[in-house]
């Protein structure tokens, strides 16, 4: 269905859509050719063959886009899923924080893709102050954090999920648990208050008509 309807969405897109959704980012359009040529043996294959028995097979070049191509995108989040598992997450207990971003400050992040990219920053800056307030150390969490720009409704609605081991380690490399976060404590309530406070600096940077005080 993509495949016949793309070409008429390409050119409808600018007087049906471009005022709710702004310009037809270029990547769109890149990431959608490269699902269309993934698995076409025009686009290149390789011959594989067994020494044993001799026998032989083309193995199509897939598109190795990430979130668009079902086949693609499961294979890259199996294999990230395990690299985290493996290698990467300590062996420690962790869990998830959930940052959104105000309303009011969404339509900045929506026209102005590359802010997104800020907001990482902030949710760790956040925390590191949550950290900070709870236990009064300077502390380094793990932390992975991933931004997803849509709701249940596939709406715009740019928000982090952020991995996090419950506590961090001091400058000697000492690791303090923080089991809890609760969400009627005055440190959490400054959590939130720090991370809305980063995210509307880093949309105001970029707009310097914003007014914003924190």
């Given at each position: 269905?993509?495949?016949?309807?793309?070409e008429?969405?390409?050119?409808?897109?600018?007087?049906?859509?471009?005022?709710?959704?702004?310009?037809l980012?270029?990547?769109?359009?890149?990431?959608?050719?490269?699902?269309?040529?993934?698995?076409?043996?025009k686009?290149?294959f390789?011959?594989?063959?067994?020494?044993?028995?001799?026998?032989?097979?083309?193995?199509?070049f897939?598109?190795?886009?990430?979130?668009?191509?079902?086949?693609?995108?499961?294979?890259?989040?199996?294999?990230?899923?395990?690299?985290?598992?493996?290698k990467?997450?300590?062996?420690?207990?962790?869990?998830?924080?959930?940052?959104?971003?105000?309303k009011m400050?969404?339509?900045?992040?929506?026209?102005?893709?590359?802010?997104?990219?800020?907001?990482?920053?902030c949710?760790?800056?956040?925390?590191?102050?949550?950290l900070?307030?709870?236990?009064?150390?300077?502390?380094?969490?793990?932390?992975?954090?991933?931004?997803?720009?849509?709701?249940?409704?596939?709406?715009?609605?740019?928000?982090?999920?952020?991995?996090?081991?419950?506590?961090?380690?001091?400058?000697?490399?000492?690791?303090?648990?923080?089991?809890?976060?609760?969400?009627n404590?005055?440190?959490?309530?400054?959590?939130?208050?720090?991370?809305?406070?980063?995210?509307?600096?880093?949309?105001?940077?970029?707009?310097?008509?914003?007014?914003?005080s924190?």
């Open positions: 269905m993509l495949f016949h309807y793309f008429q969405f390409l050119l409808e897109y600018e007087n049906r859509f471009e005022k709710e959704y702004g310009y980012r270029p990547i769109i359009q890149g990431v959608v050719n490269k699902y269309f040529d993934c698995g076409n043996p686009c290149g390789a011959r594989i063959r067994c020494s044993d028995c001799g026998m032989e097979r083309l193995l199509m897939s598109c190795k886009t990430r979130g668009f191509c079902p086949s693609c995108h499961a294979k890259r989040r199996e294999e990230w899923g395990a690299w985290m598992r493996e990467l997450i300590l062996d420690t207990p962790h869990r998830q924080v959930v940052f959104t971003i105000p400050l969404r339509i900045f992040f929506k026209f102005n893709r590359s802010l997104l990219s800020s907001l990482c920053l949710g760790k800056q956040a925390l590191l102050k949550y900070r307030t709870v236990t009064g150390r300077k502390l380094t969490p793990g932390t992975i954090a991933v931004i997803q720009s849509f709701g249940s409704k596939i709406n715009f609605h740019p928000h982090i999920h952020i991995l996090i081991t419950e506590g961090g380690s001091d400058k000697y490399g000492r690791f303090t648990k923080v089991s809890r976060f609760d969400d404590a005055s440190p959490l309530m400054r959590l939130k208050v720090k991370f809305v406070t980063s995210t509307a600096k880093t949309a105001q940077n970029r707009n310097p008509w914003i007014i914003w924190s």
